[in-house]
């Protein structure tokens, strides 16, 4: 399932993330984000894309981004998530080699054309023990049923990408020496489009943890870079600030406004 045009598909993500079964993906997602991200330390963090969930907002770095491809509208900058730091694509990323202590990429691999390429830049970009946090939709659930069958169809419920297995996922951050530290897979309620059946199937959560926990529509992985052969000595992060590898104009970061 693979779209033709990958920004349409992120926009139509965005679009989608704000109807009750968005919301309820949202929500998910973002307490998942806020367990993770609260006990990882450093200095430098990077959400790539999705600016409308906040997904470092229970980290506690003093340097933290996200990235984009577009320039944020009046409402999201008002808004006052992170700073933003405009990017061309997520396959170059505009900071230094080693650089970043962790990076989040809520669904950015199944709607980017070269989601291999995303990573290798991810790998790049992190410090040795350096973290990266990866959400996205399971084929082998319910949804991912609906959406395979609505495709033949042309009724989609889930918006348009190429959907990535956990298998495959952890098989593509092995091949980076990225080791899988844990994961969590939720949202077992059926492909729903209303918020009151949603509700209706709110037991189906901790009954899918206990008895089917990998069927789940989401599911979010969370892995490490190994660097072999090197063993680090007291805090893995350095107290430089992030070095841009490509001077980065001004104008391009758009910063929260002070009270």
């Not at 993500?13 to 309820?24: F, I, K, N, Q």
């Amino acid at each position: 399932m693979k779209s033709s045009s990958p920004e349409k598909s992120i926009i139509s993500l965005a679009s989608w993330l704000e109807t009750p079964v968005g919301s309820y993906v949202r929500g998910w997602e973002q307490a998942r984000f806020d367990e993770l991200t609260s006990d990882i330390f450093g200095f430098n963090a990077v959400q790539i894309g999705l600016p409308q969930l906040n997904a470092l907002q229970a980290n506690r770095m003093p340097n933290k981004w996200i990235t984009d491809t577009h320039v944020p509208s009046a409402a999201m900058q008002a808004s006052g998530t992170l700073p933003v730091v405009v990017v061309h694509d997520y396959t170059e990323l505009p900071f230094a080699s080693q650089s970043l202590d962790l990076i989040v990429l809520p669904h950015v691999l199944e709607f980017s054309e070269e989601p291999h390429q995303v990573l290798r830049e991810v790998e790049r970009v992190l410090i040795p023990e350096g973290q990266v946090i990866i959400c996205g939709f399971n084929n082998a659930s319910l949804w991912g049923m609906r959406q395979f069958s609505g495709s033949l169809f042309g009724s989609h419920f889930l918006p348009h990408g190429e959907f990535i297995s956990l298998l495959r996922m952890k098989d593509w951050l092995k091949l980076l020496n990225m080791e899988v530290n844990r994961g969590h897979f939720g949202c077992y309620a059926p492909p729903c489009r209303t918020a009151k059946w949603l509700q209706r199937f709110d037991f189906m959560e901790k009954a899918g943890d206990r008895w089917w926990p990998y069927l789940g529509a989401i599911y979010m992985v969370q892995a490490i870079k190994r660097v072999k052969g090197m063993r680090l000595i007291g805090p893995a992060w350095s107290k430089q600030g992030v070095k841009s590898a490509k001077g980065v104009p001004v104008a391009n970061r758009v910063h929260k406004k002070s009270d």
